[in-house]
C-alpha cells in the first residue's frame, strides 16, 4: 500500500489517500471520495509517512480518460508554492488553461493482415473489419469512383461489402489508407467479445498492438512533417551571430545571457538555434514581454517554422488556448511562441526556452501565484536539462551581474546587424522651451523626416488626456472615490477613469462639487499630446495605448498599417518602446523621460535607462540614419548622461555601486509584504502585530509604512518590507506563511511578493 498527497480542484490544501494501484505515478489523475462526494483528484507527491492519526481513505480509481502531467511538470508546480509562498492551485489554474479536458480512446491494432496467417478466431475479427459496406464506400468516395477500383480490379465486391484486392500490388494510397485505417477495434470492443487472456497472450508475441491515444482531436490542425514546414532558406548569420550560436549550442553550460544592442540581430541567433534544436526532434519556447510585440514575432515565425508554431497569449479564446495547448502536448508542435505564460507549455523533449527582452516587468506576474517567467524557466530547465537564453539591449542589472560574475554565460554585440549606425541622441532641456509639448529641435526633426517621406515614433509614458483636473471656482480636484489618486481624463471616450480600480464615469464638463465649467487641466497624458501634434502636424497619426488596443485586433492591425507606410507618426506609451522594427522610422522623440525617474524606487534609474535606449533603438534600423529627441527637464541626471553616452556598461557600473552600497539585489533578496483592509482605523495597529509575529534576527526588517498610492480598490495598504542574503531569505521563508497564519484575521489581508518588481 503506497499513500499519496491529492490535490483537489478549488481547495488549497493536500489530502492524503491510499493506493495499491501497480502503474499510479504523480500526474495521474484519480476518483476519490471526497466530503461524501465523488471528486477528481491530482497525484502530486509520494509520501514517506506510512501511519497516519486519521483515517486515510483509498483511491477509488485511476481515471485514463483524463489528461496526466508529466512528474518534472508537477515538480515544477510545487517548486513555484514552495518559492512563491503560494497555493498549489493558484499555481495550477495558471499554468494550465481552463477547460482542458482531453478524451483518450484505447485501441487493439495489428500492423499487417494476410488471410493465409488468420489462425485464430481474434485475428479472424480484425480481418472481417476490413470489409466496407457499399453504401459507406460510396459515401467517401462516390459512385463513379467505386466503379472505376473495381474496373481496375482494385476492389472486390461480395454481396454489400467491399474488400481489397490483395493480389493487386498498385493499390491507389488513398484507398489503401483506408481499408488500413480500419484494422483497430476500440478496447471495450475487443474485450467484450473475446478472453481476456487470449488478448493479453497476443500482445506479448506482439501479433497485436494495444494503444492509447487522444481522442477527438481535430486533424486539420495537425502539421505537416518537420522537414516539410520549416524554411530551408535560413538568414545568414555574420561572423560574430554564427559564433555565439555555435558556443550555445556546444556549451555544457546551461545559462547564458546575450547584451546585443538595439538591432543587433538577436532574433536571428534564437531561431537559427530553434532549427538546429527542431531539427533534432527537440522543441523550444521562446518567450516575448508584450502582447503588442506577438503579430511581428507571428509573422517571422510562421515564416520560419510554418504552421508549426503555437502561439500562446491572454487575448486567444477559450478554445483556441485549448486547441494550440493540445498540439503542444500531443507532440505536433514543438516550437512555443508566447508571453508570461507560455513557460509552462508543455513542450516535449525542451531543448531551448529563450526570453526576448528579458529585463521586462512583465515578466513578473502581480497577481498570485506572484512568479517571475525568467526564474521559473531557469528552474525547468535545471529539471529538464534544457538551455535558458536571456536576450536584452539593457539587461536586468541583476542578469548583468550574474554575467559579469559568469554564472551566465555572456555574450556581447556592440555593433548593428549589417553595419547599420546607432541613432545620435540629443538632449534638450525643456527649461529653455517655449512650447511644452515640442521642442523646436524635435518639431525640426519631425518635420524634415515628414519632407524625407519617413516615419517618426513619440513616446510619452502616460495615459489618457490629463492626469488632474481642478476646478478654478472651488479648486476640487476629480478624485476615484475608491482609490487615493485622482482621476485620469480620457478625451477618446469622454470619461473620467481611475488607473488603479478601473471605475470610470461620464465627463460633463463641470465641476462634481459645484457645478462650475471652469476647469483646467494639467499633467499632460498622450491623448493632449496627441491632439497638440494633430495641430502642428496635419499628417496620418496613430495612436498606441491600452484605450485604443481595446479593439479586437489592434495590434495586428496597427503593426501591418505602419509597417506598410499608412501612418506617418505612431505616438504611444511603453508599449511601443521595445522590439518593433520598422526600417523607415528615423525620428524618435521622448517628451518627457522624468515620468518614472522621480519615483521612490531603487530600481526607478533603471526602468528610465531600459525605456529610453529601447525607444531609441527603434531609429535607424534600416539603411537610413536615426534621430533621437531626448526631452527632459533634469539633463544633468546622470541616468540621462548615459542614455546619451549609448554605454550601457558605464550605466550598470554607476548602479552597480549604489546597490553594492545599499545592499540591493543581486547583493540581496527582498520580500515585500502587503497589508490591505476596507477598514483605515486599526491597520497599522495589526501591521505592527504581523511585524512581531515575523520578525527575525537573520533580516532586515522595515515597517509598517503606508503604501505610496494609500488607498486602492477600497482598501487601505501599508508594507512590510525585508531585505536579507539568498540563505539567509530562503531560511526566513521557511516559517513565514506559518507565523502570518497564526494572527490571520478576516479584517485584514495579507499578501507575500517574493522578489517584486514593483514596490509601489
Known sequence: MKYYSIHIEKTTEFYTYSSDIDDLDIGDRVLVSFRRKDRVGLVVKEEQDKEYSFKVLKIKEKLNNEI??????????????????????????????????IKYEDIYRIEKINSLFATNEILEYFLSKLKVRKKTLTDRFGKESIKDFINLEFLKKEEDWYFLNE???????????????????????????????????????????????????????????????????????????????????????????????TGSGKTEIYIHLIKEALKEGKGSIFLVPEIS????????????????????????????????????????????????????????????????????????????????????????????????????????????????????????????????????IEIVDMKQEQDQFFSEALSFEIRNALLRKEQTILLLNRKGYSTLIQCESCGHMEECEHCSIKLNYYASNNTLKCNYCGIQKRFTGHCSKCGSDKLSFSGRGVERVEEELRKKFPVNIIRVDGEAAKEKNFYENMYHDFLNGKYDIMIGTQMISKGLHFPNVTVVGVINSDTIMSLPDFRAGERTYQMITQV???????????????????????VIEKIQENSYINFYEKEIEKREILSYPPFSKIINIGISSEKEAGLEEYGKKLLESIKSEEVEMYGPMKSLVYKVKGRYRCNIFIKGDRTSINNYKKNLEENIKKIESKEYRVVVDVDPTNLI
Not at 186 to 212: A, C, H, P
Not at 387 to 408: C, D, N, Q, R, W
Open 68 to 101: 496526466s502531467f508529466s512528474r518534472k511538470f508537477i515538480e515544477l508546480l510545487l517548486w513555484i508554492k514552495e518559492y512563491y509562498l503560494c497555493s498549489f492551485e493558484q499555481v495550477f489554474t495558471t499554468a494550465v488553461p481552463s477547460g482542458i479536458k
Open 167 to 261: 493480389d493487386k500490388k498498385e493499390i491507389p494510397n488513398f484507398l489503401n489508407e483506408y481499408f488500413n485505417s480500419r484494422k483497430e477495434v476500440s478496447k471495450g470492443t475487443l474485450e467484450k467479445k473475446f478472453n481476456k487472456k487470449d488478448i493479453d497472450k497476443m500482445v506479448k508475441n506482439n501479433e497485436l498492438i494495444y494503444e492509447r491515444r487522444m481522442k477527438d482531436f481535430n486533424e486539420e490542425n495537425l502539421i505537416k512533417e518537420i522537414s516539410d514546414s520549416l524554411n530551408e532558406e535560413d538568414t545568414k548569420l555574420n561572423d560574430e551571430q554564427e559564433r555565439i550560436r555555435c558556443e550555445i549550442s556546444k556549451s555544457n553550460k546551461k545559462h547564458f545571457l546575450i547584451r546585443g544592442v
Open 293 to 424: 510585440l506577438t503579430p511581428q514575432m507571428v509573422l517571422r515565425f510562421r515564416r520560419e517554422f510554418g504552421e508549426g508554431v503555437a502561439i500562446l497569449h491572454s487575448r486567444l479564446s477559450q478554445s483556441e488556448r485549448a486547441t494550440e495547448w493540445y498540439s503542444i502536448y500531443n507532440g505536433n508542435k514543438k516550437v512555443v511562441l508566447g508571453v508570461r505564460s507560455a513557460i509552462f507549455a508543455p513542450v516535449q523533449n525542451l531543448e531551448y526556452i529563450i526570453i526576448d527582452e528579458e529585463h521586462e516587468n512583465s515578466y513578473k506576474q502581480d497577481s498570485n501565484p506572484r512568479y517571475h517567467a525568467k526564474f521559473v524557466a531557469i528552474r525547468r530547465a535545471e529539471m529538464e536539462k534544457a538551455k535558458v537564453v536571456l536576450g536584452s539591449a539593457t539587461p536586468s542589472i541583476e542578469s548583468y551581474y550574474y554575467g559579469k560574475k559568469g554564472i551566465f554565460q555572456l555574450f556581447e554585440i556592440e555593433s548593428r546587424y549589417k553595419n547599420a549606425k546607432l541613432p545620435e
Open 616 to 638: 531609441a533603438g527603434r531609429a535607424g534600423r534600416g539603411e537610413k540614419p536615426g534621430k533621437v529627441i531626448l526631452q527632459t527637464y533634469q539633463p544633468e541626471n546622470y
